[in-house]
């Protein structure tokens, strides 16, 4: 057993917060970004959440937030409105100044009220707002009748709400005003109206944006900024005359500032009914480029710092198409004249759905063709998709409370692959999705500390923890579950009566469920149970079942078994919970054949299926394409049976299902489920595989192998089977990427290359090692001569296998043109010396190793088979010395670096002695303990497989195996 760290490797955030990483002291500044999912300790409170990373997802929420976002949890206080008065329409008016030295905005807001219940306290929400109570009036609509203000309650700073008390009671019925001047202060938290930056010839420049969801439009205005209470938005900025602003909806009009030359209002056509969450202004000197003409029937445009009008074309021409494509796919018209898409240089999440004025961070709109690696596009693609895909699911229909995001973040979830789809074929996003999201997220869910897709939250600090894999991962799987079981076309046009029953409106899951029986039943999908009862099983529970199956070779037929699948089970737990679900069976023995279906009901442990179609000596795989959120283990006989095939035509099985049997088989097998010899069988074959899907998904796992058995003598044996492997693939593939291969063929390279060259394959160390020769010729040329995709595993490999002419080379690189990824490089040395020395210079300031690069430095270190005792150490030895040189902020994140790799006795009692010299520093973090776990798991997991794994390899060296097989 182990957690999922192993699987990691952790690099440190170097430029993407820009000048934000520099405005906040202590442990914030150390920032984990991760290239594979993981739950790893938050460094600035120490509780342990889900990272993700950007080079992975899109919608990473709030990687970096100051320590102050956040206000304690405030559980057990009534923190949501009445309801007894309900907004209908606001006029918003601010005028920002945006200068150094006078962040202040002026506002102003008029809110037309009903009032539902009769009451004297008009209650909504505000933060961190300077409200001026002499300003505040409140009058009659019909009469225009005064009602005078008798008290203003300021609970800012404890439940984020303002109560204005009136003389007599508001009537249940009628309609009221109110008004009120407030000034707020641009802020460099990235939540509310804040202040974000950039550099122009030497210049920094400085623009004023938003970013509300989930709970900070309060920042900005006073509003009920609860999703339900949907309003209008009339939405009036200011500006200097020479600048620019954008909102939700197009300008109507420009006019001067009385009283202030230079300065205009810019005033926004009133919106559509929406929640305050999806209100969004900017107010910049960033310049508007329309998209390509002709691909959309809505005004579209990209807004971006001048400098970058270069890079927008990728978006100018996938945003339109995608918009379209959603408006047929969905059945319903986009509701708003206009769509714009802005690149914010300091942006909190990935990206943000506001209705009609979509926000991105910079690397998510903007692409350089020549530069961005496959993976930046395809992000790019993902991002845009995801976000127009909310412009229904979330803005038309909104979930009705935070506890149902995963409506809003699933489907988005979801639905960027369709989107994504339809406007790039080639990047084939649905064969992506079970990489991607599912078995990303089965990491997650499969840990005791996982939770419900829908679970109660109340305070802005609950809300903001469910923007996490839950949610978005598993809600996505949960849904093409949803859309598998009923069918992809009944699923969609019942999608189309959901939205149209709720448009402009909210809903609940239990909506969703209605409608899409409705259409169900209106079609003749014949069900074991309701659409709600089997998928409140999904969203109710956490985590997800394997299924066993145990054909009975004289009937037939099998006994299949659902159970809980954990990573660690810890013996103390109190959870009542049966983790039972409704679960889809399907199976096949044959992929030209219609797949079968049958059911395990929550209620059954287990079932017997009297005849699967297959005859004794034919194989069965179940959860066909992996459409459906479980795992399959089999008995052995059967495993044989699928490897036999595997080997003899692999491409019987779907390369959906080859990359569920090998993710499936490795971690059932790290579980205790099925013996590695199993899972190892299943390798075999991949000497034939060619495809990205099953491959990728399986080095994930060899790679866990590989740390483990690296300072055993079977590493050897090992080397030699990997190598068999690889090999082959890496010879199908080339070394040389070419303008016309396909996109996965680029992602296919990346792969192959990596482990070829880590094998110290000849011709991909030498091709490496001469376009290296090339580069540092022509250092200038870097574009030309390396191919993005490539850049990282050609200079690694350049280091591991040159000299010292590489390694002075790349450190020059990094020093004159602030190129990261030739100091990660450097990392890679497998000279001692070298890497030690490495370490020893994050100690000098003059190093020339800027102090923002220090954490990548170590964890690359650490993570170096070869560095890794040495960055323990260095550890051991020179504590005092990194604390003067650095402070206190780095040793619990650099333990558990150390931690991953380690797998034996001697190295636990050396970390355990480590925490114990410094336990003021080391002794309560969660880092440290999860270190020290995994290095537990480590180590039970080398004395319990080690042996088997050995006896396995000696038996199945290639010379001795496969070799004789015909292929069919
Ligand atoms: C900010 O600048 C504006 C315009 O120059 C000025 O009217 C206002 O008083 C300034 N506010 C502060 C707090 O300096
Ligand atoms: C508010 O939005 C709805 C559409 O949601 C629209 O029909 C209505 O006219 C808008 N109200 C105003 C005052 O613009
Ligand atoms: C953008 O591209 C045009 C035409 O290719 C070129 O003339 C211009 O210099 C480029 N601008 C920037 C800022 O790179
Ligand atoms: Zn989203």
């Known amino acids: 057993m182990r957690n999922l760290l192993p699987f990691l490797v952790l690099i440190a955030v170097a430029s993407a917060f820009g000048n934000i990483q520099t405005q906040f002291d202590g442990p914030d500044e150390v920032e984990l970004r991760l290239l594979e999912p993981a739950v790893v300790p938050d460094p600035v409170d120490g509780v342990s959440r889900w990272w993700y990373t950007p080079s992975r997802k899109a919608h990473i929420y709030r990687h970096k937030y100051p320590k102050n976002i956040q206000a304690q949890p405030r559980q057990g206080e009534d923190l949501r409105l009445p309801g007894d008065v309900l907004p209908r329409l606001y006029n918003v008016r601010l005028l920002p100044f945006i200068e150094v030295g006078n962040w202040t905005t002026d506002g102003y807001v008029e809110i037309f009220l009903d009032c539902i219940i009769s009451t004297v306290n008009i209650s909504m929400n505000s933060l961190d707002l300077t409200i001026d109570p002499a300003s505040i009036t409140v009058t009659e609509e019909q009469t225009g009748n005064p009602i005078s203000v008798v008290d203003f309650i300021d609970e800012q700073s404890t439940r984020e709400i303002i109560t204005i008390q009136v003389s007599r009671p508001l009537t249940a019925g ?123 029937n809505v005004e579209f445009s990209i807004w971006a710092r001048p400098e970058a009008r270069n890079l927008t074309d990728y978006a100018r021409n996938i ?3 995608i918009l379209e494509f959603f408006e047929s796919y969905y059945n319903i018209d986009y509701p708003l004249p206009k769509q714009d898409m802005a690149a ?24 350089d063709p020549n530069r961005a690696t496959a993976r930046a596009v395809q992000l790019a693609a993902v991002v845009s998709a995801h976000e127009l895909a909310h412009q229904w699911f979330g803005n038309l229909v909104t979930m009705d409370w935070w506890n149902a995001l995963w409506l809003n973040e699933g489907f988005a979830s979801y639905m960027e ?29 499969a840990l005791e500390t996982s939770r419900p897709i829908n679970i109660e939250v109340n305070t802005p600090a609950e809300i903001n923890s469910m923007f996490d894999a839950i949610s978005y991962e598993k809600g996505s799987c949960v849904i093409r579950m949803c859309a598998d ?100 069976l399907t199976y096949t023995s044959d992929y030209t054949q219609t797949k079968r279906r049958d059911w395990l009901s929550v209620d059954e442990f287990s079932k017997s299926l009297p005849n699967l179609g297959a005859a004794a000596n034919q194989w069965v795989i179940f959860n066909v394409d992996q459409q459906n959120y479980y795992r399959v283990a ?37 579980t205790e489920l099925i013996p590695y010899a199993d899972a190892l069988d299943l390798t075999l074959y991949l000497k034939y595989e060619r495809e990205y899907v099953p491959w990728h998904a399986v080095l994930s796992e060899l790679n866990y192998v590989d740390i483990m058995l690296y300072n055993f003598a079977e590493f050897s044996n090992w080397k030699t089977h990997m190598t068999s492997l690889v090999e082959p693939y890496y010879n199908f593939i080339g070394f040389q990427e070419t303008q016309s291969d396909p996109h996965l063929t680029k992602y296919c390279r990346i792969d192959a290359m990596n482990w070829a060259c880590r ?121 005092d010395d990194i604390q003067n040189a650095l402070g206190s902020v780095y040793f619990a994140t650099w333990y558990r670096y150390v931690c991953t790799r380690q797998n034996t006795q001697a190295g636990l009692d050396k970390l355990i002695q480590l925490r114990d010299a410094h336990s003021v520093i080391l002794g309560n973090s969660n880092s440290v303990k999860q270190g020290i776990q995994t290095v537990e ?32």
């Open 759 to 879: 094998l110290g394959v000849a011709d991909c160390v030498q091709n490496s090692l001469s376009t290296y020769a090339t580069l540092m010729s022509q250092p200038d040329n870097l574009a030309q001569i390396v191919s993005p995709n490539e850049k990282s595993t050609i200079l690694r490999t350049a280091i591991e296998y040159g000299g010292q002419a590489e390694y002075d080379f790349a450190f020059n690189q990094y020093k004159t043109k602030s190129d990261t990824s030739f100091l990660v490089a450097m990392c890679a040395s497998k000279q001692a010396t070298v890497l030690s020395g490495l370490l020893e210079m994050l100690l000098d300031p003059t190093s020339g190793i800027l102090r923002l690069d220090v954490n990548t430095v170590f964890n690359n270190v650490a993570n170096n088979p070869i560095g890794n005792e040495i960055a323990l150490d260095f550890l051991i030895n020179r504590w």
């Open 634 to 670: 089999y008995d052995p006989t059967n495993y044989g049976l699928i490897r036999d095939q595997l080997i003899a035509d692999h491409q019987r099985v779907s390369a959906n299902n080859r990359a569920q049997l090998l993710d499936d088989a490795f971690n059932l097998a790290l």
């Open 485 to 584: 079981i009923i069918g992809l076309e009944t699923f969609q046009r019942g999608l189309t009566r959901y939205l149209s029953d709720n448009a402009y409106g909210n809903a609940g899951q239990d909506n969703l469920w209605a409608a899409l029986q409705t259409q169900a039943d209106s079609e003749n999908v014949i069900l074991p149970a309701t659409v709600k009862e089997i998928m409140d099983t999904w969203t109710f529970k956490m985590g997800f079942p394997y299924v066993t199956v145990n054909r009975n070779y004289q009937t037939g037929g099998a006994v299949v078994i659902q159970n809980r699948f954990l990573l660690r089970k810890s013996n103390d737990t109190t959870d009542p919970t049966v983790y039972q679900w409704w679960l889809p």
């Open 344 to 367: 914010i240089p300091d942006f909190a999440a990935g990206a943000m759905e506001n209705w009609g004025l979509i926000t991105y961070r910079e690397e998510y709109l903007l692409i």
């Open 319 to 321: 945003g339109p198409r």
């Open 174 to 296: 009628k309609q009221y005003k109110i008004t009120m001047k407030f000034i707020s202060i641009l802020n460099a938290l990235l939540a509310g109206f804040y202040r974000s930056s950039y550099v122009e010839n030497g210049v920094t420049k400085y623009l004023a944006v938003t970013q509300f969801e989930a709970t900070d439009a309060r920042r900005s205005f006073p509003c009920f900024d609860e999703p339900t209470m949907k309003a209008n938005f009339t939405v009036t900025v200011g500006r200097k005359e020479t600048w620019t602003s954008v909102s939700n909806m197009p300008l109507i009009t420009t006019e001067p500032i009385v009283g202030m030359p230079g300065f205009v209002w810019d005033n926004y056509q009133t919106s559509v009914t929406m929640s305050s969450y999806l209100v969004a202004f900017m107010v910049s000197e960033f310049i508007g480029i329309p998209a390509e003409p002709g691909l959309s």
């Open 417 to 445: 692959y369709i989107g994504t789809d339809a406007v790039e074929p080639d990047f084939k996003m649905n064969d992506q999705f079970i990489i991607e999201n599912l078995q990303y997220v089965f990491g997650i869910d």
């Open 937 to 968: 798991s480590n180590i039970q997991w080398v004395s319990l497989n080690l042996g088997e794994i050995g006896t396995w390899l000696a038996g199945n060296q290639p010379a001795k195996t496969i070799s004789n097989v015909i292929r069919h």
